[in-house]
């Protein structure tokens, strides 16, 4: 597929993906930045499902970047477990939070670059904080869904997800980000899931050079 063809696909579905999907967003829920930075940092291989139960608890007991700086290893093991790989994600969000008090006076900050540098934060958990919290479109954030729908749809060659957002980012204007990447993933869960894709009740199936798996 040439550079083109990929452009005429992006801006078809820029039109089609909102009509489909109007009331996309986070899923998570939350009320601050930090409390979305925590969010996101147990979403990692668990569902926003079960990350919604265990945040309810586990924001009543931490509700500054010193609850969670200060809150005893195992005590915040035992909130998030549900969520697996409990230890190092306590661990990680005790970290970061510490972190945040060393260099941030406790507030998440609003740069890629500065959040990128916090323990258990990454490039994708930066930009779903910078695009939801703050309004700020730094980049698209690429997870399982929005991957395997860019290779699906024909947008990239690529399954790493750095190279993945820079072919995104050069076929979606910057101001539709954010919500770029509600849409994919709203489809991801709904229509085209992994395994077992709804190919016959997909309103992308014309364009979608993947169809009929």
């Not at 979305?36 to 079960?50: G, H, M």
């Amino acid at each position: 597929m040439t550079r083109a063809e990929r452009a005429e696909r992006a801006a078809e579905l820029l039109r089609r993906l909102p009509e489909i999907y109007p009331d996309a967003r986070c899923e998570l829920e939350y009320s601050t930045p930090l409390e979305l930075l925590v969010a996101t940092i147990l979403s990692a291989q668990c569902t926003d499902v079960r990350v919604n139960a265990v945040v309810k608890p586990l924001f009543a007991r931490c509700r500054s970047a010193r609850d969670f700086a200060e809150i005893p290893q195992p005590e915040l093991e035992v909130l998030v477990r549900p969520t697996g790989f409990f230890r190092n994600k306590a661990k990680n969000i005790r970290a970061m939070a510490a972190a945040l008090l060393a260099n941030h006076v406790g507030e998440v900050p609003r740069t890629l670059d500065e959040l990128a540098a916090l323990p258990g934060v990454g490039r994708k958990t930066a930009n779903v904080v910078l695009g939801n919290a703050f309004g700020i479109n730094e980049g698209v954030v690429v997870d399982t869904h929005v991957a395997r729908l860019s290779q699906r749809l024909g947008l990239t060659k690529f399954s790493d997800p750095v190279r993945i957002e820079r072919d995104l980012v050069k076929l979606f204007p910057r101001d539709k980000w954010s919500q770029l990447a509600h849409w994919m993933i709203f489809h991801g869960r709904r229509r085209c899931r992994a395994r077992k894709p709804d190919c016959s009740g997909c309103a992308l199936r014309d364009i979608c050079p993947a169809q009929n798996f």
